[in-house]
Nanobody
């Protein structure tokens, strides 16, 4: 079993930056891909970016050019560097771990394929608030 704990959220002004972290513990060798999701009040949870164990990465369109996903396998950690933040980026951000090869292969294909059901373990979330 894998446990995930996010950190790094906070309040920033429009145009600012934040770096989210996700620490993984437990049987992390079973993880095939990891992703960041976000959920704003009244909206569905949406994918942000995903990274597979082989290094393949996929971003949703709104994240391209502004967000960077990375991982440090030695530290069992996942990161999301967010630059040029906008008020629309305000949401709870979650990291998630995927354990299914077919699901992870789908998630890295392109925009619109980072589906929540692919991921079996979730963190508790970290709040990001961007003011104008």
């Amino acid at each position: 079993q894998v446990q995930l704990v996010e950190s790094g959220g906070g309040s920033v002004q429009s145009g600012g930056s934040l770096r989210l972290s996700c620490a993984a513990a437990g049987y992390t060798h079973s993880t095939i891909c990891m992703a960041w999701f976000r959920q704003a009040p009244g909206k569905e949870r949406e994918g942000v970016a995903v990274i597979a164990n082989d290094g393949n990465i996929n971003y949703e369109d709104f994240a391209k050019g502004r967000f960077t996903i990375s991982q440090d396998n030695a530290k069992n950690s996942l990161y999301l560097q967010m630059n040029s933040l906008k008020p629309d980026d305000t949401a709870m951000y979650y990291c998630a771990a995927g354990f299914d090869f077919r699901g992870c292969s789908l998630a890295i294909q392109g925009p619109g394929t980072i589906f929540p059901h692919i991921f079996g373990t979730w963190g508790q979330g970290t709040q990001v608030t961007v003011s104008s």
